[in-house]
Nanobody, 119 residues
Framework: QVQLVESGGGLVQPGGSLRLSCAAS????????MAWYRQTPGKQRELVAA???????NYADSVTGRFTISRDTAKNTVYLQMNSLKPEDTAVYYC?????????????WGQGTQVTVSS
């Protein structure tokens, strides 16, 4: 079982920046994929950025060049640096951990943190 706790959300003006944090209860080096998703009312949760244990990071087209996902294995924390924020980035942001144990994949989610981009 993996517990994830997000923080760093809030209200920011268009063009501003925020950094979200996701602290995991285990060594994230063990985690196959750490990712950030977001969701707005009435819409499906969408992938924003993913950081595989091996391989390249990947981003949604809408955030490429503005958002950066990174891992700090010493702190068991994943970050999402969000720059040049737009009103359409407003959503609840969720951290997800994908752990592979043998032939089974387990998905764990945080509780979410609200990001509001508004003037």
């Amino acid at each position: 079982q993996v517990q994830l706790v997000e923080s760093g959300g809030g209200l920011v003006q268009p063009g501003g920046s925020l950094r979200l944090s996701c602290a995991a209860s285990i060594n994230i080096f063990r985690i196959n994929v750490m990712a950030w998703y977001r969701q707005t009312p009435g819409k499906q949760r969408e992938l924003v950025a993913a950081s595989p244990r091996w391989g390249s990071r990947n981003y949604a087209d809408s955030v490429t060049g503005r958002f950066t996902i990174s891992r700090d294995t010493a702190k068991n924390t994943v970050y999402l640096q969000m720059n040049s924020l737009k009103p359409e980035d407003t959503a609840v942001y969720y951290c997800k951990a994908e752990e592979v144990v043998g032939a089974t994949t387990y998905d764990y989610w945080g509780q979410g943190t609200q990001v509001t981009v508004s003037s």
